[in-house]
């Protein structure tokens, strides 16, 4: 039993239910089951961000592109659904994904063949996909009057009384979690993450693995791009501006180590959580949503203090027992 709250994902949920429960005591409505449900479905398109974020950190790398990949996906498919409403939406949904799956494998691309840092790669990349953003629309939005109401309405329908943006997180929680556990690209995703020196003499290719890391965090932020312009209902330079603190912040506060190798799919779904309830409870709370900016980065710095010194102690003990074998 001691152990169990020895995991950091505990200790997380304990935090976000004592969370909850504080906050209703201002707002009774906010433990609603309904509510909760609402909460959730509003953090969906963050967890599936944040799962391809981990995919990336896990190898000791970083995406700070995610959200302008996100824009730039989103409005590829609001465009075509403007000019072609036509077109069902799962060709949409596909062509999403694939536009960011290509803006994804550039990035590993870049950071496998020519070696260049992935910060430094994803921080070109993130300007560049904003200024094709804006290139491709010649500055306009695409606002809902010009979308299909298929388009719009899509990821409003209820299945089994659950929202199909809600469904499509689960799914992709489910998908990843095996994928990282049970496949051999999963667990080496996490091997060039804890010793690259050592992956490497167990035969796996650390540059082809980060590749495959870029490439599905560029398929999920296209997924998320049709995602998120179908439920704001509007695609312009600026959807998502600023976005990739609070991806990056969902991935770190739930334990994933951006020193690579650690982490969790569960841990990324509670860190959106996490900072989804922050910025659901803030207004309720009477505190301005702009100080969710700075929640969140406090929240990042004390995520990776508590990070490292958790390592540190475990460097610690693993150098305990080797002494004593």
Request: aromatic share 8%; charged share 10%; with cysteine.
């Given at each position: 039993?001691?152990?169990?709250?020895k995991?950091?994902?505990?200790?997380?949920?304990?935090?976000?239910?004592?969370?909850?429960?504080?906050?209703?005591?201002?707002?009774?409505?906010?433990?609603?089951?309904?509510?909760?449900?609402?909460?959730?479905?509003?953090?969906?398109?963050?967890?599936?961000?944040?799962?391809?974020?981990?995919?990336?950190?896990?190898?000791?790398?970083?995406?700070l592109?995610?959200?302008?990949?996100?824009?730039?996906?989103?409005?590829?498919?609001?465009?075509?659904?403007?000019?072609?409403?036509?077109?069902?939406?799962f060709?949409?949904i596909?062509?999403?994904?694939?536009?960011?799956?290509?803006?994804?494998?550039?990035?590993?691309?870049?950071?496998?063949?020519?070696?260049?840092p992935p910060?430094?790669?994803?921080?070109?990349?993130?300007?560049?996909?904003?200024?094709?953003?804006?290139?491709?629309s010649?500055?306009?939005?695409?606002?809902?009057?010009?979308?299909?109401?298929e388009?719009?309405?899509?990821q409003?329908?209820?299945?089994?009384?659950?929202?199909?943006?809600?469904?499509?997180?689960?799914?992709?929680?489910i998908?990843?979690?095996?994928f990282?556990?049970?496949?051999?690209l999963?667990?080496?995703?996490?091997?060039?993450?804890?010793n690259?020196?050592a992956?490497?003499?167990?035969?796996?290719?650390?540059?082809?693995?980060?590749?495959?890391?870029f490439?599905?965090?560029?398929?999920?932020?296209?997924?998320?791009?049709?995602?998120?312009?179908?439920?704001?209902?509007?695609?312009?330079?600026?959807?998502?501006?600023?976005?990739?603190?609070?991806?990056?912040?969902?991935?770190?506060?739930?334990?994933?180590?951006?020193?690579?190798?650690?982490?969790s799919?569960?841990?990324?779904?509670?860190?959106s959580?996490?900072?989804?309830?922050?910025?659901?409870?803030?207004?309720?709370?009477?505190?301005?949503?702009?100080?969710?900016?700075?929640?969140?980065?406090?929240?990042?710095?004390?995520?990776?203090?508590?990070?490292?010194?958790?390592?540190?102690?475990?460097?610690?003990?693993?150098l305990?027992?080797?002494?004593?074998?």
């Amino acid at each position: 039993m001691k152990d169990i709250f020895k995991i950091r994902e505990v200790w997380l949920a304990i935090v976000i239910a004592a969370m909850i429960g504080a906050i209703t005591l201002r707002s009774p409505s906010f433990a609603s089951p309904i509510n909760l449900g609402q909460i959730f479905n509003d953090t969906s398109i963050l967890i599936i961000l944040a799962l391809g974020q981990m995919s990336v950190i896990l190898t000791r790398s970083i995406d700070l592109s995610m959200a302008a990949n996100l824009c730039f996906t989103g409005m590829v498919v609001a465009m075509l659904n403007a000019s072609h409403p036509g077109i069902p939406i799962f060709v949409l949904i596909i062509v999403a994904m694939f536009v960011g799956l290509i803006l994804g494998a550039i990035n590993g691309a870049l950071v496998w063949k020519v070696g260049i840092p992935p910060i430094v790669v994803t921080l070109g990349t993130l300007t560049i996909y904003r200024g094709s953003t804006f290139v491709i629309s010649g500055g306009k939005w695409v606002n809902a009057d010009k979308m299909s109401p298929e388009f719009i309405n899509f990821q409003r329908v209820d299945i089994f009384g659950i929202p199909v943006l809600s469904l499509t997180a689960i799914l992709v929680v489910i998908v990843f979690q095996v994928f990282l556990t049970r496949t051999p690209l999963g667990r080496s995703i996490f091997a060039i993450g804890v010793n690259p020196t050592a992956a490497v003499y167990t035969g796996i290719n650390g540059g082809r693995t980060k590749f495959v890391a870029f490439c599905m965090s560029g398929l999920l932020a296209g997924l998320a791009g049709y995602l998120w312009i179908s439920r704001y209902v509007i695609a312009s330079v600026e959807v998502a501006n600023g976005y990739e603190l609070n991806i990056i912040a969902a991935c770190v506060i739930g334990g994933i180590s951006i020193a690579g190798g650690i982490g969790s799919v569960g841990g990324a779904v509670l860190g959106s959580l996490f900072l989804g309830i922050i910025s659901n409870a803030l207004p309720v709370i009477n505190i301005s949503p702009f100080w969710q900016m700075a929640i969140s980065g406090s929240a990042i710095i004390f995520a990776i203090v508590l990070n490292a010194r958790s390592e540190r102690k475990q460097g610690r003990i693993i150098l305990k027992k080797a002494e004593t074998a």
